[in-house]
């Protein structure tokens, strides 16, 4: 009985969390250094993403943890010295080996 109510309990979390019922997929929406994000349609590789902005991008920028949606899924975003712990106009979440895309939802 008690291990039930743990195991419901830790669903109806990671429901809440992930503002789903299904907790198998990526959620709608994510929130990252105070702003939220919506869904994209892509997922990368780090090295894709890495390609898809290019040296003078990455040169500049680093792909950086800015938090996590529990249990251990990261979320990332490009970050520098100027904008460190500030948000951007993209989000990643780290699903798997995965990168999802995230976009920036609504105005400051």
């Known amino acids: 009985m008690t291990l039930t109510v743990f195991v419901v309990a830790g669903l109806l ?25 919506l869904l994209g349609n892509t997922e990368f590789s780090r090295e894709e993403l890495e390609q898809r ?21 990261g979320i990332y ?9 500030e948000a951007t106009t993209s989000a990643f979440l780290k699903w798997g080996e995965r990168y ?4 920036l939802s609504g105005g400051p």
Request: proline share 8%.
């Open 13 to 37: 979390y990671t429901m809440l969390v992930y503002r789903s019922v299904n907790v198998f997929t990526p959620p709608e929406r994510i929130e990252s250094l105070g702003r939220t994000y």
């Open 77 to 85: 975003q490009w970050q520098n010295d100027e904008v460190r712990g």
């Open 100 to 103: 999802i895309a995230y976009s």
């Open 53 to 73: 902005y290019g040296p003078t991008h990455t040169g500049t920028w680093t792909l950086e943890r800015a938090g996590f949606l529990p249990p251990v899924h």
